[in-house]
C-alpha cells in the first residue's frame, strides 16, 4: 500500500538553526498537510497546500514556517530560525480530497532544539 | 472548553473484552476520524465518517450527529490493539484542518 515518507526521522538543532523537514505525499494526492506534536499535548494544526499554495494556516504557523513543493514529489517544512519551543513530532499527511477522504499520514520526524 | 473530548484518559483492559471509547465535540463538522498512534508515535487513520457506522474487521466506529458524539468499540480486545486512539474533527468550512482530542491511552493486556 502506498505510504507518505518522512525524513529524517529525528532532527537535532541548535537553537537559531535553519531546519527543513522532508516529505514524499503519495503519488496521487493532491492536498499536503504539515501537524505536529509536542511532547505530551495533542496534535496541532499547522498548514495545509493545495495547487502550490497554502491554503489554510493555524495561528501557529508564523513568519518563522514556510512550505514548498519544489519538484512535484517532495513536500518541505522549513522553519527559518528554530525556537527551543519548536522541539516536538512533525507529522506530514496527504490526502486525495480535501476534507473529504483520510488523511494518510507519515512516521513523523521528532525535532530537538538545544 | 475543548472543542474535542476523548473518554476516558486511560484504558487498561484484558485480552478478549469488549472496549468503547468515546468521543464528544462542540462545533459543526463535515467528518470525524478516529486514528491510532503507535508508541513509535506514527499515525493510521482507522475510520472517517460522517454518519452511521463503519466496521473493519474488529472495530466498529458510532457517529451521533445530533448529540455530537463518537465511539470507538474493539471487539475481542488483544494486546496488539494497545496503543493511542486520538478522535479528530474536521470542520464544517474547513474539511481538511482537523482538530485533534487528547487521545485515549489503550493497554490490553494478556
Known amino acids: 500500500e502506498p505510504e507518505v515518507t518522512q525524513t529524517p526521522s529525528h532532527q537535532v538543532t541548535q537553537m537559531g538553526q535553519e531546519v527543513i523537514l522532508r516529505c514524499v505525499p503519495i503519488s496521487n494526492h493532491l492536498y499536503f498537510y504539515w501537524y505536529r506534536q509536542i511532547l505530551g499535548q495533542k496534535v496541532e494544526f499547522l498548514v495545509s497546500?493545495?495547487?502550490?499554495?497554502?491554503?489554510?494556516k493555524s495561528e501557529i504557523f508564523d513568519d518563522q514556517f514556510s512550505v514548498e513543493r519544489p519538484d512535484g514529489s517532495n513536500f518541505t517544512l522549513k522553519i527559518r530560525s528554530t525556537k527551543l519551543e519548536d522541539s516536538a513530532m512533525y507529522f506530514c499527511?496527504?490526502?486525495?480530497?480535501?476534507?473529504?477522504?483520510?488523511?494518510?499520514f507519515g512516521n513523523g520526524t521528532r525535532l530537538t532544539v538545544t | 472548553k475543548n472543542e474535542v473530548e476523548q473518554s476516558p484518559q486511560n484504558l487498561t483492559a484484558q485480552e478478549g473484552e469488549f472496549i468503547t471509547i468515546n468521543c464528544s465535540y462542540s462545533?459543526?463538522?463535515?467528518?470525524l476520524h478516529w486514528l491510532q498512534q503507535h508508541p513509535g508515535g506514527g499515525i493510521v487513520s482507522l475510520f472517517m465518517?460522517?454518519?452511521g457506522k463503519k466496521k473493519h474487521g474488529r472495530l466498529i466506529a458510532t457517529i451521533n450527529i445530533q448529540e455530537k458524539h463518537s465511539s470507538l468499540h474493539i471487539t475481542a480486545s488483544h494486546p496488539r490493539d494497545s496503543a493511542v486512539y486520538i478522535c479528530a474533527v474536521g470542520g464544517e468550512t474547513s474539511g481538511s484542518r482537523l482538530t485533534f482530542g487528547e487521545g485515549t491511552q489503550l493497554t490490553v493486556n494478556p
Open positions: 465518517l460522517s454518519s
Open positions: 462545533v459543526g463538522i463535515s467528518a
Open positions: 497546500f493545495y495547487n502550490n499554495e497554502i491554503s489554510e
Open positions: 499527511a496527504s490526502s486525495s480530497d480535501r476534507g473529504y477522504s483520510p488523511l494518510h
